[in-house]
């Protein structure tokens, strides 16, 4: 445990909500880093689930 506060949802909470797929596959690859860094163990490797977007309050950020 992280010693975090359960999340709320409800009007004027802050609020950050990360939007998943959990049966899309990404394929890892050195050049989407936005690290200086390109060592991962999971370079060229498939994995299962892709961030889709996140809200933050009035913002969004959305993955193509």
Same mark, same amino acid.
């Given at each position: 445990h992280f010693n975090l506060p359960d999340a709320v949802i409800e009007p004027g909470s802050p609020a950050i909500i990360t939007i998943f797929n959990p049966e899309e596959? &990404?394929?890892?690859?050195a050049k989407t880093f936005q690290s200086k860094s390109a060592n991962s163990p999971f370079i060229g490797k498939?994995? /299962?689930? /892709? &961030?889709l977007g996140l809200i933050r309050e009035n913002m969004s950020w959305f993955n193509s």
């Open positions: 596959d &990404v394929a890892i690859q498939t994995l /299962k689930g /892709k &961030v």
